[in-house]
């Protein structure tokens, strides 16, 4: 008795039924015939597509001009061949925005809607658009989808299996832009005085992608440095003694820094954390720019960095990366070389710098080795010559320790 009262969850689609006829030009013209004797009549599949014809006379009378051209409006009845009247309905444009997908898979395919032969693309990776899409066109294609699944066309339930909404870029106020208020930023004049490359690595750069932010002319200008120095860094001539021959450990941090930065940024590009990917590029030219004073220059793995530096940059600033690989001489292009690889052994951090708070205040930071302890933490922090200033002399009531990161001692 108890069991049978249980209730379950379940999905509701709130599908509604679908009039996708529209009075209006621009839209599929809907298959259809209308015949004195026959009635309503299907245009067979050899007649297949009707197209629009593109002579139709706009006219302001809120009625489909397709009403109004006679060739299109007047043809004759394909079972009967008596004179009949097309349909001057069209399709919603939803019906085509439901498997265009497909389509553009195979756009010359004439054997059927699109090519078997392409269905390893399918389904699509993900969905990017709006969160408003959710109710709107997903549900559209995920409806036809299921229909394309039945009549055996795919052989998977979901269009998108992953869906992921890209943030608003907000007004430099910091609300949303909008022509009334005032606070809207427009790109072209951005790209005019910046270039493509710096407004769009900036537009990646202002936040995490799903989230946006508002706009700011400082990170712009930001980018647009960022990008500088990166010339600079690759063609300026290094003004280091062409002999000076670099420490085997400098060289070796040198590699390490170049492998954790591909790991970073090839991690980075597949979860779409675009800002932090531009972040870790930031990191390592400045310290690219560092090596440019040292011996490094000299050495092979200067050559090395530079090279899979411009491939890392190349998603984000297309245009620079391929000068600057076209200015040292590389083939074309930079943006068909195979993605750099790293080793993840030399990649892995062999230290990191810890933290260290008194009373939830920073006093101190110290380089330890990566696999440190709390216990060697904690004596280590202890014996610090600030922390004991602010400890003065009292002991710790408590000690919080976040691996790889910070310690936190409470008196
Ligand atoms: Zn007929």
């Known amino acids: 008795m108890e069991a049978e009262q249980t209730g379950r969850g379940g999905v509701t689609y709130r599908l509604r039924d679908w009039l996708i006829s ?5 839209g599929t013209p809907i298959p259809i015939v209308y015949c004195a004797a026959c009635g309503i009549v299907p245009v067979p599949e050899d007649q297949l597509p009707i197209l629009l014809p593109d002579d139709v006379d706009f006219r302001p009378t809120g009625e489909s001009p397709l009403k109004f051209h006679e060739a299109f409006r007047h043809t004759t009845c394909p079972q009967c061949g008596a004179p009949a009247e097309r349909e001057i309905d069209t399709m919603d444009t939803f019906v085509d925005s439901s498997w265009y997908q497909y389509r553009f898979l195979s756009p010359h395919y004439d054997q059927g809607p699109f090519d078997p032969a392409e269905k390893k693309w399918l389904p699509v990776d993900q969905y990017t658009g709006g969160a408003e899409h959710a109710v709107m066109h997903l549900l559209y294609a995920r409806f036809w989808t299921k229909v394309m699944r039945d009549m055996g066309l795919v052989d998977f339930d979901e269009p998108f299996p992953r869906l992921y909404s890209q943030g608003v870029i907000l007004g430099p106020d910091g609300q949303k832009m909008s022509k009334s208020r005032g606070n809207v930023v427009e790109p072209d004049p951005l790209v005019d005085k910046y270039g493509a490359d710096t407004v769009r690595g900036y537009l990646m750069f202002i936040g995490p992608w799903n989230e946006g932010g508002p706009f700011s002319m400082d990170g712009i200008e930001g980018i647009r440095r960022f990008l500088h120095r990166v010339w600079d860094m690759v063609l300026e001539p290094p003004k280091v003694d062409p002999d000076a021959v670099p420490a085997e450990d400098e060289v070796h941090r040198a590699r390490q820094r170049l492998h954790q930065t591909i790991a970073k940024v090839t991690e980075d590009l597949s979860t779409f954390s675009f800002n932090t990917a531009i972040a870790a590029l930031m990191q390592l030219s400045n310290e690219m720019r560092a090596w440019k004073q040292t011996g490094i220059v000299n050495h092979a793995v200067w050559q090395e960095s530079v090279l899979t530096f411009l491939k890392l940059l190349a998603p984000f600033t297309p245009h620079i990366a391929e000068e600057l690989w076209a200015r040292l001489g590389q ?20 230290t990191f710098e810890l933290v260290i708070q008194v009373n939830g205040r920073v006093r101190d930071r110290v380089r330890v080795p990566a696999d440190i302890t709390e216990e060697e933490a904690r004596e280590l922090a202890l014996r610090r010559e600030r922390v004991q200033r ?8 408590r000690v919080i320790y976040v691996p790889g990161r910070l310690i936190n001692i409470v008196v």
């Not at 529209?22 to 621009?26: A, C, K």
């Not at 602010?390 to 009531?397: A, Y």
């Open 331 to 350: 083939p074309y292009s930079v943006h068909t070389q195979p993605w750099p690889t790293w080793d993840p052994e030399l990649a892995r951090e062999e």
């Open 390 to 397: 602010f400890l003065d002399g009292k002991s710790p009531r």
């Open 22 to 26: 529209r009075q209006r030009y621009w």
